[in-house]
């Protein structure tokens, strides 16, 4: 049986006797980035970031049996806004610097930089380091990104958003459990790791699969100027549906790692499916 042991996400506490001895440390704390913004927020998405992997990394550090394996949380919107080229590990830009990418885009390159610097930083030396550089995790849970979109298709607004040129990267769900468990078994990958399904693609071809999952033909397309508007309503950002992800998983395809969905029209048709089995729907 496990246990629970509460930790603020900042600091060294008891709880990091815990990690001494332990197999593997998974740390996905962060706050969530489904918000505006302001100063206020920002400063939460960044300290949430940084002090937490800070603190993973003091507690590894002092034990004396340190855990074989660290896998942090980062982010696949580490990389530059792309329509063109995907980017993998090796051949993957970095983003910051775009011309014309608003302010709040070069924010969340920011912290994506310092997350994995604080990770780079940390001092673990016995201890395999891995930077989970996710894209959008799909699953049929209440409040995640698969549920808002779902949303909005399930009442007529889930077309383009757009010009519907801008490539979502996502992965299911168990997908994303499954990277998790290969990357413990593989003790030969470390580093920076895209953990997103192979099949990345348009908005307006994403939205289209998706409605047709749901079974809906038509969907009510977002201007550029509605998104703004609907992203102010939703105390939301619409970098979260305007930034170009293309995002492949390099080192994952080349270490033999399958995909069970691989493809999202197949992903979307099972996680709607699971959604409504889920709701009685």
């Not at 990770?119 to 995640?144: F, I, Q, W, Y």
């Not at 992800?245 to 790692?257: A, E, M, S, Y």
Request: charged share 25%; net charge neutral; hydrophobic share 45%.
């Amino acid at each position: 049986m496990g246990r629970a042991v509460g930790w603020d996400g900042a600091s060294v506490g008891e709880w990091a006797t815990e990690l001494d001895g332990a197999d593997v440390v998974v740390n996905l704390a962060g706050r969530s980035v489904d918000c505006r913004y302001n100063a206020s927020n920002r400063r939460e998405i960044m300290d949430s970031r940084l002090l937490s992997t800070r603190a993973i990394g003091h507690a590894i550090a002092q034990a004396a049996r340190p855990p074989g394996v660290w896998l942090q949380a980062g982010t696949a919107t580490i990389y530059a806004h792309s329509y063109d080229r995907p980017n993998d590990e090796e051949n993957g830009v970095i983003g910051g610097g775009e011309p014309g990418v608003p302010d709040t885009w070069r924010f969340s390159i920011d912290v994506a930089k310092a997350w994995e610097q604080a990770l780079d930083e940390a001092p673990v030396t016995a201890t395999r380091k891995v930077k989970l550089r996710s894209a959008m995790v799909m699953s049929s849970d209440a409040g995640g990104v698969f549920d808002t979109l779902l949303g909005l298709v399930r009442r007529g607004l889930g077309g383009r958003a757009g010009d519907g040129r801008q490539y979502i990267s996502w992965i299911h769900h168990q997908d994303f459990v499954r990277v998790l468990l290969w990357l413990i078994e593989h003790d030969h990958l470390e580093g920076a790791v895209n953990v997103a399904a192979p099949g990345p693609l348009p908005n307006a071809d994403f939205m289209r699969a998706l409605r047709r999952a749901w079974g809906i033909r038509f969907g009510l397309p977002a201007a550029g100027w509605m998104l703004e508007v609907g992203a102010f309503l939703m105390r939301t950002e619409t970098e979260l549906v305007a930034k170009s992800r293309r995002v492949v998983p390099g080192r994952l395809l080349d270490d033999g790692f399958e995909f069970q969905h691989p493809a999202w029209p197949e992903a979307a048709r099972d996680l709607s499916s699971d959604w409504r089995a889920r709701r009685g729907a």
